[in-house]
């Protein structure tokens, strides 16, 4: 396959033009546009909320446009399925993966479509797992096409996803925040495979929120917000600055670093913790006032030791003091008892109860204060303690009555802050804050963090964002493979130091 | 990222335009045109006597329907229902015919001894982490077992307790408003379906129920005691199931230890057409006596109408898909 010259191939594989979509209440997409050329990567941004998933599932035929064209090839098509989209050569690969855990990679990538033998009764085993065994040499990937996908690591069963894409003659490949499940060697290999496709002609609509990957990898950049299009740049030239305005529709003041000032007493500390070889003599100290960073790699271990902290899950050996008292922890809520919170990264998971209210989810850890006689609700005392937690947090919500699901991430995420608030909490873990937020949001939680620390609370920090960590923290803890392999200071702290720490693994430590 | 909902614009439904509330009003219009359709081609199905008879046969499924909805809220379900109405029927049996003792103690210790069995039920859910319809099933089975076996398998007459047969089969509402005669087992039902109700909506149990039911493990995280409170759902199925036992066997006038299998299906489609979510998180009491009407009307008009009495069971089931599907077509709209 030649490389094609940008320059040369203006033509775009396919273009959206003026579309419009709205659903019952909401303006989803006005007057959006988009085109892919041959062998780019086109970068979609925007915050949540910016359309930039809707209009991808008008280009994957998932969604019919109220107005607009979409053409391929030059020509317009009306795009009524994602059948007709595939079959077109176009692809999406969703942020969740859509496998089957229990088959095998290539039973996957040839799902509904098995080549047959004896008279169409049959599935010719073999020759699917030759095919799929070609497309993974084209992808340059070892994968075991005969391995069952439920075994193998979320990153290589993406590339199964992308193998299963190509399989149809992928032409455009639509790739949904592909990097937010991948650690650091994964992703660079990621990198790897988008750009032999590039050299393969295909063109790649990439979603993320991350800049750094927009840097490396984007030929142009398309932002969009509130359903419309904003600007189509090229990524080389374009500061990221630029693209962050564009996006927030304002300018971001820069960052700036946490002090070390303020830290109080201690509140927590934890002793020899170990669990298997996920958790390995884990000991460490938090205070008061203070917000202190876990860092390290995917897998390094930092969720399990919040999780184990929080008696979430059970530890093999450690001990656990609060307020200098040894207690034990045994459940979340021997650990809520002693004022622990956990908020969990996946927070639609483990923080909300998404189909019930606002007002039911800030109160609901702390629903046996508000009853009377033990047995009955104060409803009225409920919705006035969720309406200030509203306000002080400044949640943005209709009505408290609002079921939380339909709140934008930052928003969902506050519901759970002040969840953990009216509870009394005053040791919160933070798993990834800012997970699925979006970037104006970001910093609004980041200041709600800082304040929480000087109003006194003790404050941990899991982030697999170093620019997170490092303008949060006044004390980094770095982790690598269940091992705390170092303490720096959050004033001092740089990339460089946090990511020599993250992946200094045994053999080198010793 | 992957916003399907476009979070701070998207309308708020208010009043009475949620997707319950216009459930629960399909349901009733088609509990009315049932009752329409069967008074226009039913002999005799508009009688009061045979209304009476409708209203006895919903009692005992509506309260079943009502300990059932507690549970499958919690996401769980309860096949036991059926058999631990027979199994306290027969406790009431024992305590009033073969012990002797006054009404009350029968009253009291059904219901409590049914609590007890319903709360080893979700202590197997909660502490052997059992899955619910594998809990139940096994709980069925005991309870069918002993029936048998504290009934030496023979049925217990309450002859020594005249004033058992009121539970379910007197009219109190003849003796305020002579001429209209309601069997006190409805007026039992209603009672139970409003207490129900006031706990479902008001106390922190059906706050907890709710809250398990949409995202357990959210609750676990949130520091709630999710396995005391299963327990508790489950005993306050079981305690309901006693109030079952004393409808039945006062209506019949006897404990019948062979009777029970099957009941569970019926409590279990009578929340299921009243909108109760097999997957949890929702549901509401007047749905599910809505729904045991819905069944009972069915039933008795088409046996009046002479329908075979295999056709009534298709019938029946094919109302239970239908009104599913009818959930799902106004789900997708909302």
């Known amino acids: 396959m030649n490389v094609h010259d940008h320059s040369l191939d203006p033509k775009p594989v396919v273009e959206l033009l003026g579309i419009e979509k709205s659903f019952p209440g909401v303006r989803a997409l006005h007057n959006a546009h988009f085109d892919l050329r041959r062998g780019e990567v086109h970068a979609l941004m925007g915050e949540n909320g910016a359309g930039k998933s809707t209009l991808m599932k008008v280009l994957t035929g998932v969604y019919q446009p109220d107005a607009g064209e979409i053409r391929v090839d030059d020509a317009v098509v009306a795009m009524h399925s994602p059948q007709l989209a595939q079959g077109m050569g176009i692809s999406i690969i969703h942020q969740e993966l859509f496998l089957m855990n229990h088959l095998t990679a290539a039973q996957n990538i040839f799902i509904g479509r098995e080549p047959r033998r004896g008279m169409g009764l049959f599935v010719d085993e073999a020759k699917m797992k030759a095919d799929a065994a070609a497309i993974f040499r084209r992808m340059k990937v070892d994968i075991d096409p005969a391995g069952e996908v439920g075994e193998m690591t979320v990153a290589r069963q993406q590339l199964v996803e992308i193998a299963k894409a190509l399989s149809y003659e992928a032409r455009v490949l639509v790739m949904d925040e592909p990097t937010s499940a991948l650690n650091g060697t994964e992703v660079e290999h990621l990198f790897e495979i988008i750009r032999d496709l590039k050299a393969q002609g295909v063109g790649i609509v990439y979603i993320t929120h991350k800049m750094d990957e927009v840097k490396r990898i984007a030929d142009r950049i398309t932002v969009m917000r509130d359903g419309e299009f904003i600007e189509t740049l090229p990524a080389a030239e374009t500061p990221m600055s630029t693209v962050i305005s564009l996006m927030v529709g304002r300018e971001l003041t820069d960052h700036t670093r946490a002090s070390g000032a303020g830290a109080g007493e201690e509140v927590l500390r934890v002793s020899g913790l170990n669990r298997g070889s996920i958790i390995r003599d884990v000991s460490f100290a938090l205070r008061k006032g203070e917000i202190l960073g876990f860092a390290g790699l995917m897998g390094a271990g930092r969720t399990e030791v919040a999780r184990a902290v929080f008696g979430a899950d059970p530890v093999d050996a450690g001990e656990i003091r609060v307020h200098g008292k040894p207690c034990r922890i045994a459940s979340p809520r021997d650990a809520v008892a002693r004022g622990i919170a956990y908020l969990s990264e996946d927070r639609k998971h483990f923080g909300l109860v998404t189909g019930m209210s606002v007002r039911d989810n800030i109160t609901m850890a702390s629903w046996t204060r508000f009853t009377q006689n033990r047995i009955w609700m104060k409803d009225g005392a409920l919705a006035e303690v969720a309406k200030e937690y509203v306000a002080r947090l400044k949640v943005k919500t209709p009505t408290i009555a609002q079921e939380t699901r339909l709140l934008s991430g930052g928003n969902q995420q506050k519901v759970v802050i002040a969840k953990w608030l009216l509870r009394d909490c005053d040791i919160l873990i933070f798993d990834e804050p800012t997970r699925g937020i979006d970037v104006g949001a970001k910093s609004e939680i980041y200041e709600m963090l800082k304040e929480l620390a000087r109003q006194g609370k003790a404050i941990i920090v899991i982030s697999s964002e170093l620019e997170e960590i490092l303008r949060l923290s006044q004390r980094i803890l770095v982790m690598c493979e269940g091992r705390i392999t170092g303490e720096i200071d959050g004033a001092t702290a740089t990339q460089e130091s946090i990511m020599t720490l993250a992946t200094q693994r045994d053999s080198e430590a010793a | 990222m992957t916003e399907t909902t476009l979070a701070p614009a998207a309308p708020e439904k208010t009043g009475f335009l949620t997707v319950a509330t216009l459930q629960k009003a399909v349901a009733f219009v088609v509990l009315i045109l049932l009752l329409g359709f069967f008074s226009l081609f039913a002999p005799n199905f508009a009688q009061w006597s045979n209304m009476v008879n409708i209203m006895q046969a919903t009692a005992v499924n509506g309260v079943l329907g009502v300990a059932v909805t507690f549970v499958i809220i919690s996401a769980g379900i309860d096949l036991s229902v059926g058999t631990m109405m027979t199994l306290t029927a027969v406790i009431a049996g024992l305590i009033l015919t073969n012990a002797g003792l006054p009404l009350p103690f029968g009253v009291v210790g059904a219901m409590l001894f049914g609590g007890f069995m319903g709360a080893i039920s979700g202590a197997c859910i909660a502490k052997l982490k059992i899955p619910p319809f594998i809990a139940t099933l096994g709980m069925m089975q005991i309870a069918r077992g002993l029936a048998l076996v504290f009934s030496g398998a023979k049925p ?179």
């Open chain 2, 156 to 334: 217990i007459y309450f002859n020594d307790t005249p004033s058992y047969y009121y539970i379910s089969s007197g009219s109190v509402i003849t003796r305020l408003i002579p001429g209209l005669e309601v069997p006190n087992g409805v007026l039992v039902m209603f009672g139970v379906a409003i207490a129900a109700a006031v706990i479902l909506n008001r106390s922190i149990l059906g706050r907890y129920i709710f809250a398990l039911g949409s995202n357990e493990e959210a609750a676990r995280l949130s520091g709630v005691n999710v396995d005391m409170w299963k327990i508790v759902t489950y005993g306050l199925s079981g305690l309901i199931c006693g109030v079952g036992g004393l409808l039945i066997s006062s209506r019949l006038n006897s404990a019948q230890p062979a009777l029970g299998l099957g009941y569970e299906l019926d409590a279990i489609a009578a929340a299921v057409i009243g909108g109760t979510s097999l997957s949890g998180g929702r549901g509401t009491i007047l749905g599910t006596i809505i729904g045991a009407f819905i069944m009972s009307v069915l039933t008795n008009g088409l046996r009046v109408m002479g329908v075979q009495e295999e056709w009534k069971i298709v019938i029946t089931g094919i109302i239970i898909i239908a009104a599913v599907y009818v959930d799902t077509v106004l789900r997708k709209k909302a």
